[in-house]
Each structure stands twice: as structure tokens, then as C-alpha cells.
């Protein structure tokens, strides 16, 4: 039997599969992956440990006007291990004085977003609404979720509600009158693809002598690595090393929303097929590094890596991975690259620039919520030296 719950203007579903099909049809939303079952299911259903719900959103006629995907996740402050972690240790010292922060239990905060990927991949609304009034319906929504005590019986401490780009302030802003903090953290690293370029030659013909001198010594570097796709039919054949590889690199993230299960790597290529990427590289048929992606309409969304690092200077496993997510765009004439967070003046050296991506947060209850702005006023990204590593400043992008 489907779970559905209603609230005024909103439906609240506990899976993607409780959804009826004539909502995604009147919401017309699927075309973007990130708001497609096939992709949502095959991520909620290998990531127990994280509490999925779905809001759909109608007018006074009940016609659906927005999808909004939440996750709440078991967040540890121990984790935060970057330029963060000052601003936490005083959070925590606060918390503990005025018993709102446990030394033995995370914080749960409920997550309006993509928990796995940077940028606008959680909230959907259709075209033709006041997207104002929307973002504010959402925030309501979400506060009668966690107040219903009968189907959402555990305690929330913040909320948040990300990654929102700079066109879309105007919009996300709304959340400020409902107490909510902004802040930015890394940017997302974006590249545009140049629609004249029909192989990798080309790129390096863009580049300047220095940096085309870079990507030929690495590319030189890692000749020797053999490089395979890696699909639904022999993917068990490499699952455990990929989750090793996985972990080096994860654990060097100075913050993680939350783990990501690469036993989701099955199902995401079963259900995405093509448009779902991942290549590895072996040396001496040791799988050493990794590279997944997804293609969502013209974009490839550089999705996680992992290398074994005592390769990686010797073979410049990380710089291949970059220059390949590269040619697979050319190749597949895609228009813009989705680099992600973190290493972003490696990734300005390849031709990405930053994206500033906003969040939204708010402690449930006022008083910490308060004092957590001082905190958050005090966030800012960490500096890089951006590189220009193009002749022309300006790319030719597709119309």
C-alpha cells in the first residue's frame, strides 16, 4: 500500500515509488536526472542509514507545482576537519555549556537538497509559478513534516536547504524572513565546453604553452594505466577495491554531509545505463583509481573519484581523471563540465571556474538559533589562486 501523507497544499511520500505516476507527468520534471525516479530510488535504496522523503507541492486546484526531495542525516561535528573546525569547537564548547550539543549523539539535520552532489538538484519548480512564494511553501512544508509526531518521530535539530547559484538569490532569499543563515563554503568548479572542439587535440590547442605542457606530461605520466568501463555486468568483480579507493579519498574531505555508498554504483547503471559513467584505471591489472559521472541533459556532473595514493604521483592518476571527464564531454558534445567541490585551483588549471552555491540554515529552536548566526557569519570559503590556462578568455558555447 503507497504512504502518502497531506497536509493543505502538500503531499508527503516516504519512497519515490509511493509517487503516482500522473504527478511526474503533470510535473514534467524527469528530463533532469536528479528529479527522476530511476535515479532517486537507485540512491535511497542502498543509503539505510539516511531518512528519505518526498514533498509534492499544489495550486488551489491541486495541480502539482513543486517536487522537493529531503534527507536527514546523522550529522557528526568531530567530522569537520578543514578551516571550519575552529568555528565548531566554539559551537561545540557553547552547545555542551547550555546542553543543546551531546558529546555521544550526532546532530540530525534534515537536508532539502542533493546530499551527494553540489548545485540545484533538490527543489523542482515548475515554470510560470512565483517561485517566491513557492521556496516559502517549502520551508512551511517542511516544518509540518517534522511537527507531525506520528510519522516523523525523532528530533531535528537544524535545517538546511542547498546549493543555490547567484541568479537564484533573488528566490532562495525568501528563506531569510523564516530565520535562516546564509553562508557559502567551497565553490562548485563549472567548465565550459567549447562546441568547436571535436576531440581532445583540440582542447590542448586552446591552452597556453605552460598549461598544454602540464596536461602532456601527465597524460605521458599515466600512458601506462589501462583504462576499462566499468558497468552493471562486471562491476561486482571490482566493487570492494572501488569502495577502498573510495574511502582515501573521502577521507581526506575535511567535511562530509554523508557517506555515499558505492553498492549504489549497480543500480544507478542499471537504471541510467549510458548516462551514468564509470571508468577505471589499472596498473598491472590493479584497479589503482577511479572516475564516475553522470550525464544529466548537457551536463556532466563529475560524481566521486577514488585513487590509491601511493600511485598517484608517479602516474598523475588524479590530473588523468580530469582531462578524461574532459573527453568523455567532448565526446559526447555536452556543453559544461560539473567539477564539483574541493581541489579547485587543480581544477582551475584545467579550465574550471568558480561557481558560488549558497545555504540555508536554521537551528530548530531560536535561542541557539541566534547564537549559531555569529558563527556563520564568520564562514567563508577558503582563498585559491585561480588559473587562466586558455588563450581566449572567451569560449565559443553552444546556442
Not at 69 to 85: A, D, H, K, P, R
Not at 92 to 110: A, F, N, T, V, Y
Not at 266 to 275: F, R
Request: aromatic residues 14%; glycine residues 4%; proline residues 3%.
Amino acid at each position: 500500500m503507497k504512504f502518502c501523507k497531506k497536509v493543505h497544499n502538500a503531499n508527503y511520500y516516504r519512497t519515490v515509488e509511493d509517487i503516482p505516476d500522473n504527478i511526474w507527468k503533470e510535473l514534467n520534471c524527469t528530463g533532469n536526472l536528479y528529479f527522476n525516479p530511476s535515479y532517486l530510488s537507485a540512491i535511497a535504496n542502498h543509503h539505510k542509514k539516511i531518512d528519505f522523503w518526498y514533498v509534492v507541492l499544489f495550486d488551489d486546484h491541486y495541480n502539482p507545482i513543486a517536487f522537493a526531495t529531503i534527507q536527514v542525516v546523522n550529522f557528526y561535528l568531530e567530522n569537520v576537519q578543514n578551516e571550519l573546525q575552529s568555528i565548531v569547537d566554539k559551537i561545540k564548547k557553547i552547545g555542551r555549556k547550555l546542553h543543546l550539543i551531546s558529546d555521544r549523539k550526532p546532530l540530525k539535520i534534515l537536508t532539502c537538497g542533493n546530499t551527494f552532489v553540489s548545485g540545484e538538484h533538490g527543489i523542482f519548480i515548475k515554470e510560470g509559478q512565483n517561485k517566491q512564494k513557492v521556496i516559502k511553501q517549502i520551508s512551511k512544508s517542511v516544518l509540518q513534516l517534522v511537527n507531525d509526531k506520528a510519522h516523523f518521530n525523532y528530533r531535528i535539530h537544524g535545517f538546511m536547504l542547498k546549493d543555490f547559484v547567484k541568479e537564484s538569490l533573488f528566490i532562495s532569499d525568501e528563506l531569510l524572513e523564516y530565520n535562516y543563515h546564509s553562508f557559502n563554503v567551497e565553490p562548485n568548479m563549472l567548465m565550459q565546453i567549447d562546441k568547436d572542439w571535436s576531440d581532445f587535440n583540440d582542447y590542448l590547442g586552446a591552452m597556453k604553452t605552460k598549461f598544454r605542457v602540464k596536461a602532456k606530461k601527465a597524460m605521458e605520466r599515466s600512458f601506462t594505466l589501462k583504462t576499462i568501463d566499468i558497468n552493471e555486468y562486471n562491476i561486482n568483480i571490482y566493487l570492494e577495491d572501488l569502495s577502498k579507493l573510495y574511502k582515501n579519498v573521502s577521507s581526506k574531505a575535511g567535511f562530509n554531509l554523508g557517506v555515499f555508498n558505492l553498492y549504489s554504483y549497480k543500480a544507478l547503471k542499471e537504471n541510467l545505463q549510458q548516462n551514468y559513467i564509470i571508468k577505471g584505471y589499472l596498473l598491472n591489472g590493479k584497479l589503482i583509481g577511479f572516475l564516475s559521472g553522470i550525464i544529466n541533459q548537457l551536463n556532466l556532473d563529475a560524481h566521486f573519484v577514488g585513487i590509491d595514493y601511493t600511485y598517484n604521483r608517479e602516474f598523475a592518476i588524479y590530473q588523468r581523471m580530469l582531462y578524461d571527464y574532459i573527453s568523455i564531454a567532448i565526446y559526447h558534445k555536452l556543453s559544461q563540465i560539473n567539477f564539483g567541490r574541493t581541489a579547485s585551483e587543480i581544477k582551475s588549471s584545467v579550465g574550471a571556474e568558480p561557481q558560488d552555491l549558497t545555504i540555508y540554515f536554521r537551528h530548530k529552536n531560536s535561542i541557539p538559533n541566534k547564537i549559531l548566526k555569529y558563527f556563520i557569519d564568520k564562514i567563508q570559503p577558503t582563498p585559491f589562486q585561480q588559473k587562466h590556462p586558455f588563450k581566449a578568455k572567451n569560449l565559443v558555447k553552444p546556442n
